[in-house]
């Protein structure tokens, strides 16, 4: 029990935008493919990140997986 409620609070901890672009990139890992650039892009701007909207979804994808690479070290 003590085991879950640890779970729970540690789960809690992370940021709401981390979490985002965490479901994101393990998406695309499972296959999806986003549908709509402008989600990853307000993704990647809640993580900090500066986006052209111009800017290929792949390359902006790379970005945030880096970001969160950044964030776990």
Do not use: F, Y
């Not at 986003?34 to 900090?48: F, S, W």
Request: charged share 30%; glycine share 6%.
């Amino acid at each position: 029990m003590l085991g879950w409620i640890r779970q729970r609070l540690l789960k809690s901890r992370v940021p709401p935008e981390i979490a985002r672009a965490r479901a994101l990139v393990a998406a695309i890992d499972r296959g999806g493919i986003p549908l709509n650039p402008a989600r990853v892009n307000a993704i990647a701007r809640d993580l900090g990140l500066e986006v052209s909207r111009k800017a290929p979804v792949e390359e902006t994808i790379e970005r945030i997986r880096a970001c969160l690479h950044r964030h776990s070290s």
